[in-house]
């Protein structure tokens, strides 16, 4: 793939691809299926292996094209959607909005103020089209980020089904394509398995402010990739867990191997053997690298993989006690 050029050059939407050497009785491969008839007797061009480092030219386009779908249907012909805005003496579209927060905010380039003129989303496509399509697999995921983020909270007064499709709709197309990305609560993170990112959307979503502000900060701390911190992941995972259970035994001056001890004694009727599960993680984080403490005199080495281990476990345990205290008749509040 080209590199995106490092001044604010546009790339040239043309591509020059070098035509294989074909033998007398070969044919050049013209189409790119998935899931068709050569898929299924082994023969296939597309990419089988999960893409995390880069993406084929498939996937790009196709996330080119899910890009422009979106945009259209909110612009164009989404009922509700699509209202003009009076600014003075014209009107205006959430296009125009959209295209002054691209040129600005992440391309970088001067935008026109003159009160007369309005932005067409069409044309800053393009634009979007080439990065897509050119550049780095991170800045790709940059901006299906942007967009995504975009439109969810340009559009938060409609419903909840509204913004869970914007979301779906990129994950539905990360999962075909074999990307190793997956939106879980409005940020991209490294996470494939879909039972994995189920649990941890839940536990975004639960009821207990402190529980659910725990695990959205490990969420936040594992998807940046670029200023690791999976110390401060599994800290706020295990302190989702010791919130929920601090609600649950009404003690705010409990740790959780205390709270889980006492869990019994409000009718929760907890397994011997992943109580005593939870209670040894709990002594991993008191041990490990100085995970819920200061560093002192040690580094953390904490991996990628063991935060995202503690982040899945930790979400299915708060899930797991929110429902249970739900049976108890815990108030969800």
């Not at 670029?226 to 599994?234: A, L």
């Not at 706020?236 to 009404?250: D, G, H, L, R």
């Not at 100085?290 to 580094?299: P, Q, T, Y």
Request: with cysteine.
């Amino acid at each position: 793939m080209k590199k995106k050029n490092n001044d604010n050059q546009h790339i040239s939407q043309s591509h020059d691809f070098e035509k294989p050497v074909l033998g007398e009785n070969e044919r050049r491969s013209m189409i790119h299926v998935r899931g068709a008839f050569s898929e299924s007797i082994g023969i296939t061009n597309c990419i089988m292996q999960m893409q995390y480092n880069d993406f084929d030219e498939r996937t790009r386009m196709q996330i080119s094209n899910q890009l422009r779908m979106l945009l259209e249907f909110f612009f164009e012909k989404g009922s509700g959607f699509n209202k003009q805005i009076q600014y003075k003496d014209i009107h205006r579209t959430g296009g125009h909005d959209f295209c002054v927060c691209m040129l600005s905010d992440v391309f970088c380039e001067r935008i026109n103020l003159d009160r007369d003129y309005s932005y067409n989303w069409r044309a800053i496509f393009d634009m979007i089209h080439n990065v897509i399509m050119d550049a780095p697999y991170n800045e790709v995921l940059d901006m299906v980020w942007v967009i995504c983020n975009w439109l969810a909270e340009n559009y938060n007064s409609y419903t909840m089904q509204v913004q869970k499709y914007i979301y779906d709709t990129m994950n539905n197309l990360f999962e075909n394509e074999y990307v190793g990305y997956r939106f879980v609560g409005r940020k991209i993170v490294p996470i494939t398995d879909k039972h994995e990112i189920k649990e941890i959307e839940t536990a975004c979503k639960n009821p207990f402010d402190g529980c659910r502000s725990h695990i959205q900060k490990a969420v936040d701390f594992l998807a940046d990739r670029e200023h690791k911190d999976y110390k401060n992941c599994i800290k706020e995972s295990i302190c989702a867990v010791e919130s929920i259970c601090k609600v649950i035994v009404e003690d705010e001056n409990a740790d959780l191997s205390k709270a889980i001890k006492k869990l019994k004694d409000n009718g929760l009727q907890l397994h011997s053997a992943l109580e005593l599960a939870f209670i040894k993680l709990y002594a991993y984080t008191s041990d490990k690298g100085g995970i819920r403490h200061s560093e002192g005199m040690f580094e953390s080495n904490v991996t990628f993989e063991e935060a995202k281990y503690m982040l899945v476990s930790c979400s299915a345990f708060v899930n797991y006690l929110v429902a249970e205290y739900g049976k108890l008749g815990g108030k969800n509040e």
